[in-house]
């Protein structure tokens, strides 16, 4: 097992799971036993996970929240969406929510429409040209 060392450089006793260092003494003490804010620094930090930036996001202000949406994917936006629906909603981002919403399938049907339109467009424009079977020549 890893011993860690605790050093004490107070005046009074420290209690460390169930041992004691005396003032002025370090210690090896099971790892098992130390507390995480005795745990030397370079640990504790290792163990911190990296924050998400798009649910550090949700802290900001509506205002800006809202100046970030049109440049999060479509994955980051759901996330997004979906922390702030469990978090404290705010009306206000709801409603934007929505509004980007809006964009979002505007974007994608215009998008649609200018790849199917010149199919489309080439298509309907060759049926106009040909001539019904029963139409007089």
Do not use: C, W
């Amino acid at each position: 097992m890893m011993e860690i060392p605790i050093h004490n450089p107070g005046k009074n006793p420290l209690p460390v799971g169930n041992l004691t260092v005396f003032p002025g003494e370090t210690r090896l003490i099971e790892e098992r036993l130390v507390p995480p804010h005795l745990r030397p620094q370079q640990e504790a930090e290792s163990v911190l996970l990296p924050e998400d930036p798009v649910l550090a996001l949700l802290e900001r202000t509506v205002p800006e929240i809202v100046a970030h949406l049109p440049a999060l994917s479509d994955e980051d936006y759901e996330g997004l969406k979906e922390a702030e629906r469990n978090g404290n909603t705010r009306v206000t981002l709801v409603k934007a929510f929505s509004e980007e919403d809006l964009r979002r399938a505007n974007a994608e049907f215009e998008s649609a429409q200018a790849t199917a339109g010149g199919d489309a467009d080439s298509a309907s424009d060759s049926a106009a040209n040909e001539q019904h079977p029963n139409q007089a020549e």
